[in-house]
């Protein structure tokens, strides 16, 4: 079982910076891909980014490459989300999930979720 805490959404201006982190109680924090998804009014959710095991790996989804950067520390089981400038088009809740194995984009795949951080950015 793995438990998935994400904090550190807000309000923000267009063009400003956010961080979320999110802290995963799990023995073996590096047996799990992790991944953020977002989830903005009256849409489906979307995988935003994801990082492999090893941190090695990662997958952006095109509209925030070059934007947004996924990080993870194995040692203090976190998984962060550094996001620089920001839209009206990523407000969301933004959610946290972990998976056993290998980085996939479907929101289907992802066996835990955290209860979701609100991100607000205004124009």
């Known amino acids: 079982q793995v438990q998935l805490v994400e904090s550190g959404g807000g309000l923000v201006q267009a063009g400003g910076s956010l961080r979320l982190s999110c802290a995963a109680s799990?023995?073996?924090?590096?047996?799990?891909?992790m991944g953020w998804f977002r989830q903005a009014p009256g849409k489906e959710h979307e995988l935003v980014t994801a990082i492999s095991r090893s941190g090695g790996g990662t997958y952006y989804r095109p509209s925030v490459k070059g934007r947004f950067t996924i990080s993870r520390d194995n040692a203090k089981n976190t998984v962060d989300l550094q996001m620089n400038a920001l839209t009206p088009e990523d407000t969301a809740i933004y959610y946290c999930a972990a998976r056993s194995g290998m980085i996939k984009t479907a929101k289907e795949d992802y066996e835990y979720w955290g209860q979701g951080t609100e991100v607000t950015v205004s124009s």
């Open positions: 799990a023995d073996t924090f590096s047996a799990y891909a």
